[in-house]
C-alpha cells in the first residue's frame, strides 16, 4: 500500500481487488482520496513494482514507512524489497505510527476490551485447561 496525499495505491492480487473494489467510494466520501487499485499480473511484477516507485517518488519529501518485524515472503516480496532498498528513498519504522492510529481511544472501546479479555480469560480456565488436562490425563 502506498499512502500519499490524494490517493491509496493498493498493489494485490485479483481475489483481493474484488475485497476493495467495494470501499472506493467509501474512502472517496470518507476520506477525501481515490483509492488506485493495481492487480498483480503475470510477467509485469517488475514494472508495475516500478510504477509504485514511481508513485512514491512523485511525492516531495516522500519517506517509505516500514513494519521492520513483519516478514514477507515470496518472489513478489523480495523483488519489492530489492527495488526499494536500491530506489535511494528515506525508509523509516512505521511501528509506532501504526500502534497510534490502531490504539483503543474512546471509552467504550476500553470497556469492550476489558470485557473481551475477561471473557477470553474465563473461556480458557473454564473450558481449554480442562480439555488440556483431559488430553494431557
Avoid: C
Avoid at 517488475?46 to 509504485?52: E, K, P, R
Amino acid at each position: 500500500m502506498v499512502f500519499t496525499d490524494n490517493a491509496l495505491h493498493v498493489y494485490t492480487s485479483h481475489r483481493k481487488v474484488q475485497l476493495f473494489q467495494p470501499l472506493e467510494d467509501t474512502i472517496q466520501q470518507a476520506a477525501g482520496v481515490s483509492l488506485e487499485l493495481t492487480v498483480q499480473a503475470k510477467g509485469q511484477a517488475d514494472q508495475q513494482l516500478s510504477a509504485m516507485l514511481d508513485v512514491i517518488r512523485a511525492v516531495d519529501g516522500a519517506k517509505v514507512g516500514l513494519l521492520p518485524k513483519e516478514e514477507h515472503t515470496g518472489p513478489v516480496a523480495d523483488m519489492w524489497a530489492a527495488k526499494l532498498g536500491d530506489s535511494g528513498l528515506q525508509m523509516v519504522d512505521a511501528t509506532a505510527g501504526f500502534a497510534h492510529l490502531f490504539s483503543i481511544k474512546e471509552d467504550s472501546e476500553i470497556l469492550n476490551a476489558k470485557k473481551a479479555a475477561f471473557l477470553a480469560s474465563k473461556v480458557m480456565q473454564n473450558f481449554v485447561v480442562k480439555k488440556i488436562e483431559d488430553i494431557i490425563d
